[in-house]
């Protein structure tokens, strides 16, 4: 992974721009079916995080508590992850269109109390 000058750890996009250009030289799935195979791969994700939820809260009888929350934590830190690749894979502007979608959610008016 990359690091800047001063050696600190590379910034999140500096680190997701590695991970793609990885999952590319590995996986060359390209054009629309790769697209379609990292949105897919969120939806994983996502499904990933319930399973540990689940897990946590002990919800299913038969299995009992089999995850931790720390689990759940990794789970969705790997669907934050997995967004950021699937979102740099469709553009390469992944770094600005998230900026801008993130100070406009930021600006939206908040209820009272919230």
Sequence with gaps: ?????AGAPAGPWDTIDDLC??????????GREGLLLRMLKLSEE???VAEAVIGATGQNPRKGT????????????DVVITAMV??????P???EVFGRHL????SRPR????
């Design 1 to 5: 992974m990359s690091d800047d000058l």
């Design 21 to 30: 250009a990885w999952l590319e030289a590995d996986q060359p799935v390209a």
């Design 46 to 48: 996502v499904g990933e």
């Design 66 to 77: 089999t995850h931790t929350w720390q689990d759940v934590e990794a789970e969705l830190c």
């Design 86 to 91: 699937a979102l740099r894979t469709l553009t």
């Design 93 to 95: 502007e992944a770094r």
């Design 103 to 106: 100070a406009k959610v930021a």
């Design 111 to 114: 209820a009272a109390g919230a």
